[in-house]
């Protein structure tokens, strides 16, 4: 893996189009591509949809980056079935939408500002967690203390590009 570059940033509040739910990691993919899709017919149908940024997004709650440095078959299967993740995904929507009633399973969410480490990973979904441990690596270094919330967003599509060329904005809450 690449050496990352890192910044420390202030991301503005947003309004969005969300689904919220709890997941192993096994099943993350198996519900983020047809929650994206029930949203994305959402805010079709509320003539909703957002021109300036349509760019899914994943908000991870009540994270820890302790055991990131384990590994071995029983770490692996812990991480895979047993693992849950309170997870919240999401579309952006224009500002101007905020009057829209939330759908079935769909809430309407204003989330807050706040201070992130931000930086790009490239590649497969599967090595992300080489990207969390680089941003623990580069918080310790900096003397920056890790929230519990992460932010991935999906430039593109895993159905439309390689794996290898998969674009994930990743950020993680600081304290």
């Known amino acids: 893996m690449s050496q990352l570059e890192f910044e420390t940033i202030e991301k503005e509040s947003f309004l969005a189009a969300s689904i919220k739910k709890t997941v192993s990691t096994i099943q993350l993919g198996k519900v983020m591509g047809p929650s994206y899709f029930k949203i994305k017919e959402f805010l079709k149908s509320n003539d909703a949809v957002n021109n300036e940024n349509n760019t899914p997004f994943c908000i991870y709650r009540n994270v820890s980056y ?11 299967f812990k991480m895979m079935f047993l693992e849950k993740w309170e997870i919240e995904m999401g579309i952006p929507l224009s500002k101007e939408k905020s009057e829209i009633s939330p759908g079935e399973e769909i809430e309407i969410t204003d989330f807050p500002k706040g201070k992130y480490i931000k930086t790009i990973h490239m590649g497969p979904y599967r090595e992300i967690r080489q990207t969390y ?12 203390t890790l ?29």
């Open 133 to 144: 441990k680089q941003i623990k690596q580069y918080a310790e270094a900096q003397n920056l």
């Open 66 to 76: 302790d055991n990131l440095d384990k590994s071995g078959i029983i770490s692996t």
């Open 147 to 175: 929230g519990s919330t992460s932010i991935e967003t999906y430039f593109n599509d895993p159905g439309s590009v390689p794996e290898n060329e998969l674009k994930t904005e990743v950020l993680v809450a600081i304290k």
